[in-house]
Nanobody, 127 residues
């Protein structure tokens, strides 16, 4: 019954901003890591931002450092991805993923480490 639902995608011009949201439900524990991934047409799905349950450890893909930030509210079961200075190469379907962990400090970086996924939201950056 675990469910992740992304929202906030759309079309934006280069240099614009979007906020993606992930709503989680059905977890029996609030101790889980969150990751944002993206997949462009014809490309492999790649990690964008991954964060530990305690919010004090993160991974950022080199192409988004300084432009994307990630926040979460464990009590509400929500997480947001703030995307700034968007570029055409950011165009992709963005997915929220979750992994239950006993360690609040762990950050998971690979697709296989995340058993729970949302269905994605499209982000298109074009002039």
């Amino acid at each position: 019954q675990v469910q992740l639902v992304e929202s906030g995608g759309g079309m934006v011009q280069p240099g614009g901003s979007l906020i993606l949201s992930c709503a989680a439900s059905g977890f029996t524990t609030d101790v889980y890591a969150i990751g944002w991934f993206r997949q462009a047409p014809g490309k492999e799905r790649e990690g964008v931002l991954c964060i530990s349950n305690s919010d004090n450890k993160t991974y950022s893909h080199g192409s988004v450092k300084g432009r994307f930030t990630f926040s979460r509210d464990n009590a509400k079961g929500t997480a947001d991805l703030q995307m700034n200075s968007l570029k055409p190469e950011d165009t992709a379907v963005y997915y929220c993923a979750a992994a239950i962990t006993r360690d609040r400090t762990l950050v998971f970086l690979t697709l296989k480490e995340y058993p729970y996924w949302g269905q994605g939201t499209q982000v298109t950056v074009s002039s």
